[in-house]
T-cell receptor
Framework: DTGVSQNPRHKITKRGQNVTFRCDPI?????LYWYRQTLGQGPEFLTY????????KSRLLSDRFSAERPKGSFSTLEIQRTEQGDSAMYLC????????????FGSGTRLTVV | KNEVEQSPQNLTAQEGEFITINCSYS?????LHWLQQHPGGGIVSLFM???GKKKHGRLIATINIQEKHSSLHITASHPRDSAVYIC?????????????FGQGTILTVHP
């Protein structure tokens, strides 16, 4: 297993376009988390899944944002009608629900909206 | 909600110096994470600890659950240690699940 994989690593898009990011967690991890990090700040929680169920969504996740984990494995985060304020690093992490360890982060997707 | 405060926000050191970064949180927890982030890079987990002390190479992490405080120490610092160091705790006092992060400490080690 190569850890948590995120694609793409970088994305530049024009304002108003839709973008989709993908996260492949560690295969045996049943929890998956999305965080957003803006410059100079610590990451902020967006949403998480246990298996295919989306258990919690932050109020930061406006209706332009949607996340899915259709088969309980990989997850996608889509942003519709991007705005310049969406420019950030989007981080994915995974863990085992019943374990205090194994919390693993991906390398992130850096989004720039121009 | 768990509030996390780190200090200092910025730290500059000369190669070889002993480094200490502090983290305080507001709600009792059972474990705390220390993370490292290089410029433009993803986050790497350094430690998860629930009591006492852990050591990995030149890195040492301590935690005092009663005082709601943790420290990350770097001995014999090196320029390659330059990065952002972030502490994170389970949100709402849970032992796993979503994390609340500190703002990060930007460490620069000069040769």
């Amino acid at each position: 297993d190569t850890g948590v994989s995120q694609n793409p690593r970088h994305k530049i898009t024009k304002r108003g376009q839709n973008v989709t990011f993908r996260c492949d967690p560690i295969s045996e991890h049943n929890r998956l988390y999305w965080y957003r990090q803006t410059l100079g700040q610590g990451p902020e929680f967006l949403t998480y899944f246990q298996n295919e169920a989306q258990l919690e969504k932050s109020r930061l996740l406006s209706d332009r944002f949607s996340a899915e984990r259709p088969k309980g494995s990989f997850s996608t985060l889509e942003i519709q009608r991007t705005e310049q304020g969406d420019s950030a690093m989007y981080l994915c992490a995974s863990s085992l629900a019943a374990s205090m360890g194994g919390y693993t982060f991906g390398s992130g997707t850096r989004l720039t909206v121009v | 909600k768990n509030e996390v405060e780190q200090s200092p926000q910025n730290l500059t050191a000369q190669e070889g110096e002993f480094i200490t970064i502090n983290c305080s949180y507001s709600v009792g927890i059972s474990a705390l994470h220390w993370l490292q982030q290089h410029p433009g890079g993803g986050i790497v987990s350094l430690f998860m600890l629930s009591s006492g002390k852990k050591k990995h190479g030149r890195l040492i992490a301590t935690i005092n659950i009663q005082e709601k405080h943790s420290s990350l120490h770097i001995t014999a610092s090196h320029p390659r240690d330059s990065a952002v160091y972030i502490c994170a705790v389970p949100a709402g006092g849970t032992s796993y699940g979503k994390l609340t992060f500190g703002q990060g400490t930007i460490l620069t080690v000069h040769p």
